[in-house]
């Protein structure tokens, strides 16, 4: 869904489990917390806090061991 982030929650490099959050997004006067769907490390930020984000749109990349997933909205 469209929304805009509020908060990023991880940095680069930062190790996530499944289940962590990873970013607070409000959409539809609500926030909803985006949340690791792995474990991993967060490779890279495709978003920052006061952007306005599309549905499927990439935000946080996180590498794990054997493979490169995306985790988008």
């Keep these: 869904m469209d929304g805009c982030i509020v908060e990023i929650c991880v ?3 930062q190790a996530v ?3 962590d959050t ?7 006067k609500m926030e ?3 949340k690791a769907d ?3 490390t967060v490779a890279r930020l495709a978003a920052a ?3 306005q984000v599309r549905g499927g749109q990439l935000l946080v990349e ?3 061991a054997d493979i490169s997933v995306d985790t988008a909205t």
């Design 11 to 13: 940095q680069p490099n």
């Design 17 to 19: 489990s499944r289940g």
């Design 22 to 28: 990873l970013a607070v997004m409000e959409a539809m």
């Design 32 to 34: 909803h917390p985006l």
């Design 38 to 40: 792995r474990d991993g």
């Design 49 to 51: 806090a006061g952007d």
């Design 62 to 64: 996180i590498d794990s």
